[in-house]
Each structure stands twice: as structure tokens, then as C-alpha cells.
């Protein structure tokens, strides 16, 4: 599916602490809102504001 393609894409490219490298709750973090709302559409995971 292209979107999880692109949101892999975009928590891949976050740049986190070496210790959270690979941790994808941190990396969402710091999406845009954009993504972050993919991300809850695809996952239904929801980010605490």
C-alpha cells in the first residue's frame, strides 16, 4: 500500500536520540500533522497532544 510507504518513509527520515532509533511511538512524535493523521487513519493509533 503507498501510504504506509510514505509514512514508513517519513518515520524513517526523524532524526531521535540513538537509544530511541528504530522506536516508531517516538519517531511519530515528531511528524508533521499531516502524517500524524495518516498515521491514526492506517494504525488507528492515536498521539497524546
Known amino acids: 500500500m503507498a ?3 510514505v509514512l514508513r ?3 524513517d ?3 531521535v536520540h540513538p537509544c ?9 512524535r515528531h511528524l508533521t500533522q499531516e502524517m500524524k493523521i495518516l498515521l ?3 494504525t488507528g493509533y492515536k ?3
Open 3 to 5: 501510504a504506509k510507504a
Open 9 to 11: 518513509e517519513e518515520l
Open 13 to 15: 527520515r526523524v532524526e
Open 20 to 28: 530511541d532509533e528504530g522506536d516508531d511511538v517516538v519517531a511519530a
Open 40 to 42: 491514526s487513519a492506517l
Open 47 to 49: 498521539l497524546s497532544k
